[in-house]
């Protein structure tokens, strides 16, 4: 099943913080962060791999809580080149390597 | 080290045609998954391969399909197009080791049925 990304749209200026969440009716073992600008293909942010993972690179972090199947992506400070589409991914299943894809969250930096 | 590599990358197909999309995925990486991304939909799973094996597939009609050369290369097949196959097809690839694994995508191939 598909995970549930909220919110859809953030619009935010320059410098804002953000959240976006991820959660899943059926358990997660991995989630996986990307962000797709307009016209290219999605970009890997990163992956948690264990519940309670928290990980960050610059001011991009994410936290994995396994029991209450949710993820969070924290961009802080954002800058204009976060603008983009987020979305969530976890294994389709079967033992395969593809995602499940949220349907994204739209986010928009204003100078 | 060279990334995940689509082909064609545009290409405008008529109702009824099919037509074969190419993937080649970063030289080690032995998973391949492929899909399907639209403005209503989102970004939608088809398929993946390992080892010339599909090992899951996602809530696609029979007309999508897909395999997997012994290099690692993967082609998909859409046949009898329809106008709602419209998108971008994108192609990802893995390593496929134990553990959750980082999936790089490719640039994608956009498809446009008239």
């Known amino acids: 099943q598909q995970p549930v990304q909220s919110p859809q749209a953030v619009i935010l200026r320059e410098g804002e913080d953000a959240v976006i969440n991820c959660s899943s009716s059926k358990a997660l073992y991995s989630v996986h962060w990307y962000r797709q600008k307009h016209g290219e293909a999605p970009v890997f942010l990163m992956i948690l791999l264990k519940g309670g993972e928290q990980k960050g690179h610059e001011k991009i972090s994410a936290s994995f809580n396994e029991k209450k199947q949710q993820s969070s992506l924290y961009l802080t400070a954002s800058q204009l080149s976060y603008s983009g589409t987020y979305f969530c991914g976890s294994p389709a299943g079967g033992g395969a390597d593809g995602l499940t894809f949220g349907k994204g969250t739209h986010l928009i930096i204003q100078p | 080290k060279a990334g995940v590599t689509q082909t064609p990358r545009y290409l405008i197909k008529t109702r009824g045609q099919q037509v074969t999309l190419s993937c080649s995925p970063i030289?080690?990486?032995?998973?391949v998954s492929w899909y399907q991304q639209t403005p209503g939909q989102g970004l939608q799973f088809l398929f993946e391969?390992?080892?010339?094996?599909?090992?899951n597939k996602g809530n696609f009609p029979g007309r999508f399909s897909g395999r997997q050369f012994s290099n690692s290369r993967s082609e998909m097949n859409v046949s009898t197009l329809e106008l709602g196959d419209s998108a971008l097809y994108l192609c990802?690839?893995?390593?496929?080791?134990?553990?959750?694994?980082?999936?790089?995508f490719g640039e994608g191939s956009w498809l446009t049925v008239v």
């Open positions: 391969y390992f080892s010339e094996t599909q090992r």
């Open positions: 030289s080690g990486h032995r998973s």
């Open positions: 990802a690839s893995s390593l496929a080791g134990p553990g959750g694994n980082t999936i790089y």
